[in-house]
Antibody
């Protein structure tokens, strides 16, 4: 079955760019929606955005000016860049497949294990 | 954005209890509502999609119901492994939004 694994630095300095990669195994990265979701420590979940078929993206308006999601199908991974980070961006970042159905909406399954990114000098 | 409000925020219950968690949307979302379980230090796990469809492999003691703005997640007989946090999530419109979570604790 499809498995996802996040990777990237665990510490980013304020005002710099957070960069994470999610590697997909056990299934095709093509013709699927792939999302990033984050969770600040002790808090709830926030959807960041998705990418579909290499080019189509949709971002949460609250982060849209700072977010870029891209995909490299040859490496079977997709990536997140978040610019100008502050302490408020400290969170566990998850990647997930966003399964989409015409009749039933969409949901996140499976998820990666998550990676904690702290923003601190 | 559609606001999702869960109640209660926390709940204490015993093994064998029947438990219900409620999720209310700020506008109608038809049946585009999903439920997740999250244990400490782990990623969320999909339990229910489209308000009432049980994800493959999820025990049948979990069930979901509702449509429009009001939804419920019911656990018919709590098991020790069910003590966790639960989140609802709407997919009716972008951005997809989650409830604030319900923490289910052992009494």
């Amino acid at each position: 079955q499809v498995q996802l694994q996040e990777s990237g630095p665990g510490l980013v300095k304020p005002s710099e760019t957070l960069s994470l990669t999610c590697t997909v195994s056990g299934g095709s990265i093509n013709r699927n929606y792939w999302s990033w979701i984050r969770q600040p420590p002790g808090k709830g979940l926030e959807w960041i955005g998705y990418i579909y078929n290499s080019g189509n993206t949709n971002y949460n308006p609250s982060l849209k000016s700072r977010v870029t999601i891209s995909v490299d199908t040859s490496k079977s991974h997709f990536s997140l860049e978040l610019t100008s980070v502050t302490a408020a961006d400290t969170a566990v970042y998850y990647c997930a497949r966003q399964y989409t159905s015409t009749w039933y909406g969409s949901w996140f399954d499976p998820w990666g294990q998550g990676t904690l990114v702290a923003v601190s000098s | 954005d559609i606001q999702m409000t869960q109640s209660p925020s926390s709940l204490s219950a015993s093994v064998g209890d029947r438990v219900t968690i409620t999720c209310r949307a700020s506008q109608s979302i038809n049946s585009y509502l999903n439920w997740y379980q999250q244990k400490p230090g782990k990623a969320p796990k999909l339990l229910i999609y489209a308000a009432s469809s049980l994800q493959s492999g999820v025990p049948s003691r979990f069930s979901g119901s509702g449509s429009g703005t009001d939804f419920t997640l019911t656990i018919s007989s709590l098991q020790p492994e069910d003590f966790a946090s639960y989140y609802c999530q709407q997919s009716y419109s972008s951005p997809h939004t989650f409830g604030q979570g319900t923490q289910l604790e052992i009494k």
